[in-house]
């Protein structure tokens, strides 16, 4: 790891002796947020409540200004408004509202309509017009280190049999970047391209857990349900995306020909590199910059019904999968659906996740001055079913 | 109408001078909930922050308790307890957790499916084997009578041509029922049939208002999204489902071979009548009978992987449809997407929503001693798509 790698500007909450607090971690430590600003160091009037969530309202002046105001504080160790970052327990930072999940990368699509659909078109024929999404379940949203319960459900291995019930024998991951709203928008008003930036404050990781066999049986005529929604794991730094502009790439979808409402004038893609590790061996890096439709896209898509924003709306990329099979961003994919095991540094093979397996996502983000900012991650461990 | 009718007990929330207050509806009048409790009329401690939050928490004990108490208090019009119900205005009277949507009528599945694809068999492979369902967005839940402004989005009209942009041409509604939960259950732990009147309040009515036309071009491979995320109603007033056992009826799918989770052992569906009305021109009398699962069976279905349940999570029954054409729950199925033209009583007709129309769904159901009990009413005007 060079030196100029740093942790990126960020925000979450810690639990203390005080209670949960809302903290930022700066290049070289970790800050409680509402001691500066009892001092005077750093604006007051959001750190109550143990959460993000009145920050996240608080709109772009405000993150600006905080991020700043924290980003040249003097940080004495002896401070008691630092603290110690190792052992620290981050908590779940905000209170999420919807959770939409989208389908923006197009070789994973491709992978997965291969292996789901063999036989027709992979894309579907509207993938090029409009980033593919649907709703999650919000309230399974958990945070990193949170353990995973391997989830039971039906299934149909024979498709001349009936179908069976228990543990979901195709549990996978899938490496995704997440956005948090901070500021809504009410009901019958779209927000455009434009507007991204007023209202989605940051960036997390996310690892979209899923049950293929479960997600197979179940997932038509409607869509992914209980393959998805027993559990969604983020990281728990928030990092705010006016830090990561040097990340600022065009996306694909810039040269193709999309209806104006999904028009980019100015580069608004992320060239984050990603990494996907089980049981400490690194076995995908995922390019995001190969990402079709960048984060303001996915927004204007969302809402160009009318549907409203809430403060803490999640709404996330979809599997970041590259062209070269050691950037696929699931199991499904770099196991090719369990044909193709994938090794370990440890010897063993996997082809979907055994009980007690640690999965880690992280991710980096070229910074200021050729610095190369390091996102939190989301790790988690596998945990056996219900007997 | 015949003098047997009588409202159903609900709760519900209104605006008063004093801001927003609990309030309970007996079969003929309305009560201001604290009011009752400051004078030691009614069980206290969950009608101080102006939504049914704290009461939908409160437990299968305190539901009936209260439920009890204010069936039995005497309500003098000259009380001040007792509000003026005309007038009154009904807000959203819970904040909302998940929102889940079902798809449980065997003959809405059916016609669906004839319309939408056609030439293959119209219900799918896993449809008698579990509940349907998908997450939809809970951020816009509106109450009855909040107007639904008419969505703009992609749709492709001619299937040789690029997508087009605009407002949808096919506004329609889904008559349909939801469950409200009350009492939340932990991550990783499935809730079983047996235990779904421990954790389920109550019952409302839903329209689940769709645009058709976004919808058929989005919704492959990842379901429904912005052709039903723009709105959904719901109406104001919920019934506790300890107060409708004189609708409980067994539901088909006791007689069908299914998975242990999903067995029934007592009469667990409900005898509701059902009806969809269009500018005041009866169009539909949909029969809840008919439907094939349970709401235990959805419960105990969406919960078996694990997901968690949280107070305020509402999940609905899909479109009510029965076996004959003036039974069916949509314009889609009842217009045959747009062939058949319904004929409304001012003579004018209809395939699908114009602006102006107002929509409304009732419902009744078998009260105690012969009487007929009336559920809310959900209703909503459509307002013009954005210029």
Redesign the interface.
């Known amino acids: 790891v060079s030196e100029s790698v740093v942790s990126a500007p960020a925000f979450g909450v810690a639990a203390t002796a005080r209670g949960p607090r809302v903290v930022a971690r700066t290049a070289s430590t970790v800050v409680d947020v509402g001691a500066l600003a009892d001092r005077g160091s750093v604006s007051d009037g959001w750190w109550q409540q143990g959460t993000l969530d009145d920050f996240l309202a608080a709109g772009r002046t405000a993150w600006q200004q905080v991020t700043g105001e924290i980003a040249t504080t003097d940080h004495d160790p002896a401070d008691p408004a630092v603290l110690e970052p190792d052992g620290l327990r981050l908590l779940m930072p905000f209170s999420v509202?919807?959770y939409?999940d989208f389908?923006c990368s197009e070789q994973h699509a491709t992978n997965l309509?291969r292996i789901?659909?063999p036989g027709q078109d992979p894309l579907?024929?509207?993938w090029r017009?409009?980033p593919?999404?649907?709703?999650?379940?919000?309230?399974?949203i958990?945070v990193s280190g949170t353990p995973v319960?391997r989830?039971?459900?039906?299934r149909?291995p024979d498709p001349a049999s009936?179908?069976?019930?228990g543990p979901t024998e195709r549990l996978d991951v899938e490496v995704e970047v997440a956005y948090v709203v901070g500021v809504p928008s009410p009901?019958?008003?779209?927000v455009s391209v434009v507007d991204f930036a007023d209202h989605v404050f940051g960036v997390c990781l996310l690892n979209d857990w899923s049950?293929r066999d479960?997600q197979l049986?179940?997932?038509?005529?409607?869509?992914?349900?209980?393959?998805k929604?027993?559990?969604t794991s983020i990281s728990p730094w928030l990092v705010p995306l006016d830090r990561l502009s040097e990340a600022l790439i065009p996306v694909p979808s810039h040269h193709a020909?999309v209806?104006?409402?999904l028009v980019e004038t100015s580069p608004a893609g992320l060239d984050l590199s990603l990494s996907l590790a089980i049981n400490d061996t690194v076995v995908s890096r995922p390019p995001y910059s190969s990402m079709f439709w960048s984060p303001a896209q996915m927004l204007a898509?969302?809402t160009?019904?009318?549907?409203?924003?809430?403060t803490g709306?999640v709404y996330a990329s979809g599997t970041v999968s590259g062209d070269a099979p050691d950037t696929w961003g699931s199991l499904a994919e770099l196991s090719q659906m369990g044909t193709r095991p994938v090794r370990l540094e440890d010897g063993t093979e996997r082809t979907f996740l055994e009980d007690g397996d640690e999965v880690v996502i992280s991710a980096t983000a070229p910074g200021p001055d050729g610095t190369v900012l390091r996102l939190g991650e989301v790790r988690g461990t596998v945990v056996p079913a219900?007997g």
């Open positions: 509202g919807d939409v389908y309509g789901l659909r579907s024929p509207n017009h409009m593919i999404g649907y709703h999650g379940r919000s309230g399974t958990v319960r989830p039971r459900g039906q149909r009936p179908p069976v019930f009901q019958g008003e779209p049950a479960i049986w179940e997932g038509q005529p409607l869509g992914p349900f209980l393959g929604s027993f559990a020909p209806l104006p409402y898509h969302m160009v019904n009318g549907a409203s924003l809430r709306d219900l």
